[in-house]
């Protein structure tokens, strides 16, 4: 069997959504002869520290294959064949096992013994202490993601002993396991780092921006920022079956054209993040295989900044969210890829699901008639900002929101933002 027909029935040709956070279940075959899988994308990472302040979301996936965390999320496979998390499933990863306090206000770790860190040393609960401590403390993102399992305090990590490691919480939460099994409670090698802090950098953030010190599944040896990284398998990795790639190579090519190029000449493996147009002619070629998975927490929004006028005024919010061409941005900048989140039948839940889709779909006279009654009759202007990074799509829906924002009168000033500066830029 081919190497490329091999890729293709298991989906790992295009994809539409992350397949990297699963290096560990690509076969070996995957690479075919060789023992190295070549991926492309047009954006590519900005830091191996997920902690630190401004890190952007294709960091994610490397903090998952470098680094563990006391628990992680199952998978399941689509029926296209390609991988998706499980959100409903907690798996052990460095812890091996936990129980739950009766009064549901604290959680009890154990430690697998198998649990070590690249430089030979075991994972304990004071590494998981430090890491936790540090998460909590730098603040940003990990801070906030952090507080959605209730976890906000060093003083809620305690070291019970080298083995045991138990999380204090202020009421019962059934989000903290969950929690814990998202990318940002990985566990650092505390021992390692520290010898690298500083008084002005006591969480080391300068040292593990570029020189990672985890006990995952594949250690980062190289990094080329804006070129390439290279992923190789750690050998004593023992917290579930051996990964199959030796060797994983992720090569940033701005250009589409040329990502294109690359996978349809057969000199790349694997194509991360391609663009909807190209998915849909692709797919409709049927040369490539395409394969996307839902990523449930994300949900692509128009942010208005509230505290600024006039976007402290709900009238001018809702005018904005009844002038917005939500059928042309799923159609002509999405290429149908996406599942809608507008035209909802209900202001209000009427179960449990998530997420819902909004109760809004274009209405410009429903929408000038808010804007008048907020006072704004003759319209203002306003900036709007997109990520360069995700250009293929962001660009065209903001042309698009452009366009159909002009027709009340609201006049916006298009700002693009480089995408490695996205989560700084405010």
């Not at 699963?22 to 954006?43: M, N, Q, Y």
């Not at 692509?300 to 709900?314: E, I, R």
Request: proline residues 7%; neutral net charge.
């Amino acid at each position: 069997m081919k190497r490329r027909t091999f890729i293709k029935t298991l989906g790992f040709t295009a994809q539409g959504a992350a397949i990297l956070p699963f290096l560990r279940h690509i076969p070996a075959e995957a690479a075919g002869k060789s023992d190295t899988l070549v991926v492309i994308a047009g954006h590519s990472i900005n830091s191996l520290d997920l902690h630190r302040k401004g890190t952007n979301r294709p960091s994610y996936q490397v903090t998952v294959n470098i680094y563990d965390r006391l628990v992680r999320f199952g998978t399941k496979t689509l029926a296209d064949g390609s991988l998706t998390y499980d959100s409903t499933v907690i798996e052990p990863e460095v812890a091996e096992s936990w129980s739950i306090a009766d009064d549901g206000k604290s959680i009890t770790f154990t430690i697998n013994p198998k649990a070590i860190f690249w430089d030979g040393s075991p994972v304990t609960a004071q590494d998981v202490k430090w890491s936790f401590d540090r998460a909590v403390s730098l603040g940003g993102f990990p801070a906030v993601q952090m507080k959605a399992g209730s976890m906000t305090n060093p003083e809620q990590f305690v070291v019970v002993d080298d083995k045991t490691f138990r999380i204090d919480l202020p009421k019962p939460s059934k989000l903290t396991l969950p929690d814990l099994a998202v990318p940002i409670p990985f566990i650092i090698n505390a021992k390692e780092a520290q010898k690298h802090a500083t008084e002005k950098d006591p969480w080391a953030t300068e040292y593990l921006h570029k020189t990672p010190a985890g006990s995952g599944a594949y250690k980062v040896t190289r990094w080329d920022p804006g070129q390439q990284f290279v992923y190789e398998r750690n050998e004593n990795w023992a917290l579930g079956p051996k990964p199959g790639l030796k060797r994983v190579i992720v090569r940033e090519v701005p250009s589409a054209a040329t990502r294109r190029a690359l996978i349809e000449r057969q000199n790349a493996d694997l194509y991360m993040d391609i663009p909807a147009k190209d998915a849909k002619e692709l797919q409709a070629k049927g040369d490539v295989d395409i394969a996307g998975a839902p990523i449930d927490n994300c949900l692509h929004v128009l942010a208005l900044n509230l505290s600024h006028k006039p976007f402290d005024d709900l009238k001018v919010r809702q005018a904005i969210a009844y002038a917005l061409p939500y059928e042309d941005i799923i159609s002509l900048a999405a290429y149908g890829r996406g599942k809608p989140m507008f035209g909802g039948k209900n202001k209000t839940p009427t179960d449990t699901q998530w997420p819902q889709p909004f109760p809004y779909q274009q209405d410009l006279k429903k929408a000038a008639a808010l804007l008048q009654e907020a006072g704004y009759a003759q319209g203002f202007e306003t900036t709007l900002s997109y990520n360069l990074g995700l250009a293929d799509w962001q660009e065209p829906t903001a042309l698009l929101i452009q366009q159909a924002l002009k027709q009340i009168n609201i006049n916006v000033t298009l700002d693009k933002i480089p995408g490695a500066n996205w989560r700084t830029a405010a």
